[in-house]
């Protein structure tokens, strides 16, 4: 079974600061991961989703990268602003099978960028 | 563009009352999710419709019903509500790409 793990839980940061936030899964076979961000009350918004063919993918200052074979994702939020500040959830696709419309998240990690 | 709307977004229901909640979405999108969000547990997908006329149970279908009404619109029934179904309730919707886009939620709370 699919598990997906973001390490860590929390992070509070200083604003201006480039940071990582990490994700990992146990199980290779994937079809595609997205990155979401969740802000308190509100629903999931899609950041950024990355095919399992491809290594990475960028939209203003985020980059999210993908390495299949390790099991790994990365998020990369450059220049940190308050704004930012939320929770930030992965989610992997299997690429086959019964299951393969079932995402399967992470816990998230819940960022704290201070002014 | 209103992407995937949810209705209503507050609902307070005693245990063993019923109701239905809604889904619409605008992107033309053939599949729709249905999915809890829960302290410690995560989202989990209850029903996912991979295309119009078609639903399937996910992680945690018991004591919930769907409704595929057409392509824009996916309900989520509880025919007898219990404390236990207390939760944020999401739907979400995908293209061809898998993307998934999500509602704002509806707050259930079951006394």
């Known amino acids: 079974k699919q598990e997906v793990t973001q390490i860590p839980a929390a992070l509070s940061v200083p604003e201006g600061e480039n940071l990582v936030l990490n994700c990992s899964f146990t199980?290779?076979?994937?079809?595609?991961l997205q990155w979401f961000r969740q802000d308190p009350g509100k629903g999931l918004t899609s950041l950024l989703l990355?095919?399992?063919?491809?290594r990475e993918q960028t939209s203003g200052r985020l980059n999210a990268s993908l390495d299949k074979s390790s099991g790994r994702s990365t998020l990369y939020i450059a220049a940190s602003q308050p704004g930012d500040s939320a929770t930030y959830l992965c989610?992997?696709?299997?690429?086959?099978?019964?299951?393969?419309?079932?995402?399967?998240f992470g816990k998230g990690t819940k960022l704290s960028v201070i002014p | 563009n209103a992407g995937v709307t949810q209705t209503p977004k507050f609902q307070v229901l005693k245990t063993g009352q019923s109701m239905t909640l809604q889904c619409a979405q605008d992107?033309?999108?053939?599949?729709m999710y249905w999915y809890r969000q829960d302290p410690g547990m995560g989202l989990r997908l209850i029903y996912y419709?991979?295309?119009?006329?078609?639903?399937d149970k996910g992680e945690v279908p018991n004591g919930y019903n769907v409704s595929r009404l057409n392509k824009r619109e996916f309900s989520l029934r509880l025919e007898s509500a219990a404390p236990s179904q207390t939760s944020v309730y999401f739907c979400?919707?995908?293209?061809?790409?898998?993307?998934?886009?999500f509602g704002p939620g509806t707050r259930l709370t079951v006394t």
């Open positions: 979400a919707s995908s293209g061809d790409l898998y993307e998934q886009y």
């Open positions: 199980d290779s076979a994937i079809y595609n």
């Open positions: 990355i095919q399992s063919s491809q």
């Open positions: 989610a992997v696709r299997p690429y086959s099978g019964a299951g393969s419309y079932q995402l399967t």
């Open positions: 992107m033309n999108h053939n599949s």
């Open positions: 419709s991979a295309s119009e006329g078609t639903t």
